[in-house]
């Protein structure tokens, strides 16, 4: 138990590091740049309010949308920091090379979500933006 502890208060304190470290210039529905080779739009199909609601992010390459990388989220309300996802999950790809996850707003104010997106393992790029329920 003790080992398990020590290995999620690791995986926390890592998530941190990347959120305080990540870029925040990022808007929703406008290209946003990973790199020279990597670029990314994110939205929400739904404008977010209380509940659980589904975030979308399209990865591109030179224009074209594609699926090479792995895209994680870490979500908080940072004025109230025990209302967050807990951990770094990885989005999932639908059927359209749509990268998905649902985020759970449990109450209103500002919320933070922190993108990482990853290649072989190894981090590329972190993102940050604000969403105002």
Same mark, same amino acid.
């Given at each position: 138990? %003790?080992?398990?502890?020590?290995?999620?208060? #690791?995986?926390?304190?890592? #998530? &941190?590091? &990347? #959120?305080? +470290?990540?870029?925040?210039?990022?808007?929703?529905?406008?290209?946003?740049?990973?790199?020279? !080779?990597?670029? *990314?739009?994110?939205?929400?199909?739904? =404008?977010? %309010? $209380?509940?659980?609601?589904?975030?979308?992010?399209?990865?591109? %390459?030179?224009?074209?949308?594609?699926?090479?990388?792995?895209?994680?989220? *870490?979500?908080?309300?940072?004025?109230?920091?025990?209302?967050?996802?807990?951990?770094? +999950?990885?989005?999932?790809?639908? =059927?359209?090379?749509?990268?998905?996850?649902?985020?759970?707003?449990?109450?209103?104010?500002?919320?933070?979500?922190? $993108?990482?997106?990853?290649?072989?393992?190894?981090?590329?790029? +972190? !993102?940050? *933006? +604000?969403? %105002?329920?």
């Amino acid at each position: 138990m %003790k080992k398990i502890t020590t290995v999620l208060a #690791a995986v926390f304190v890592f #998530a &941190i590091g &990347i #959120a305080l +470290s990540a870029n925040t210039t990022s808007k929703e529905g406008k290209v946003n740049a990973i790199n020279s !080779e990597y670029s *990314f739009v994110y939205s929400f199909p739904e =404008k977010p %309010k $209380l509940g659980t609601y589904v975030l979308k992010v399209n990865l591109f %390459k030179k224009n074209e949308k594609v699926k090479d990388l792995t895209v994680m989220v *870490f979500y908080n309300m940072p004025t109230c920091g025990y209302h967050r996802s807990g951990k770094l +999950s990885a989005m999932q790809l639908n =059927k359209n090379n749509d990268y998905l996850m649902p985020l759970n707003f449990a109450m209103r104010g500002a919320w933070e979500v922190t $993108l990482i997106f990853q290649q072989n393992g190894k981090n590329l790029h +972190s !993102e940050k *933006f +604000s969403v %105002k329920i």
